[in-house]
């Protein structure tokens, strides 16, 4: 793996195609996750994912779009057009020494943004191809575990223990629907910040969900890359 502390003459002599960036979120979860609990996740599977394909690690994104969580102290947003920009531009910079495939690992689920980023992207015939690969989607265990309940508290008591607080909120999951973040964000559906069973949090659910999400998204990169070069052969 190549990353931060390569240097730039290092990555010119050893080459590389592929580049893989988390992109997190510094937000809200309730009273017993930090604020950069999602930007903590995204650095953590997407350093484990450029290791096991040798590709270039960049530094996650530690900001997105966090709307649905304004009102809760500590949440920053970026405006979902900020987003787009920034992942264009980060685009634009590593094409411009050869990176093929850029694999983008999402750790926030309200980055709805990004499926149309990349989409518009790729149709454009552009180089890097931009891979979207939500870290989520390889977790059995996520609804109706959707925001700081027993998946993300579990990935937590695996990666790092010591940053989950004693003081649990209660267990909630609201009448409402997730498409309901929408209408009135998750302060008004969910006042303490959390939508799931955080009580139900082990350390070995976290290890489990955290390796299942981990091959998900090397899997995921390997069967995107070779349909890529299949296309551009």
Known sequence: MKGPESTSFEI????????????????????????????????????????SLDALFLNPLPYSSSLEHKGFAGTITLKPDT???????IAESVSAWGIKYLALINAHGGNFILNPTAREWNMGNRLPRIML????NGISGMRPNLHAGEVETSL???LAPEKVRANKPRD?????????????GMKKISPEGVWGFPSRA?????????????????????????FFDEGDA
């Open 202 to 226: 082990t350390r070995e659910k976290g290890e489990k969900w955290f390796k299942e999400a981990a091959h998900y998204c090397i899997d995921r990169i390997r069967a995107l890359k070779s």
């Open 12 to 51: 010119e002599e050893e080459g590389c195609d592929l580049a893989v960036l988390g992109v997190g979120s510094f937000e809200q979860h309730s009273y017993h996750l930090p604020l950069e609990t999602d930007f903590f996740f995204a650095g953590k599977v997407s350093s484990e994912v450029a290791g």
């Open 172 to 184: 909630f999951v609201p009448d409402w629907g997730r498409e309901d973040l929408t209408h009135f």
């Open 156 to 158: 937590m008591l695996y």
């Open 133 to 136: 690969i939500d870290f989520y």
């Open 83 to 89: 987003l787009k920009r920034i992942i264009w531009d």
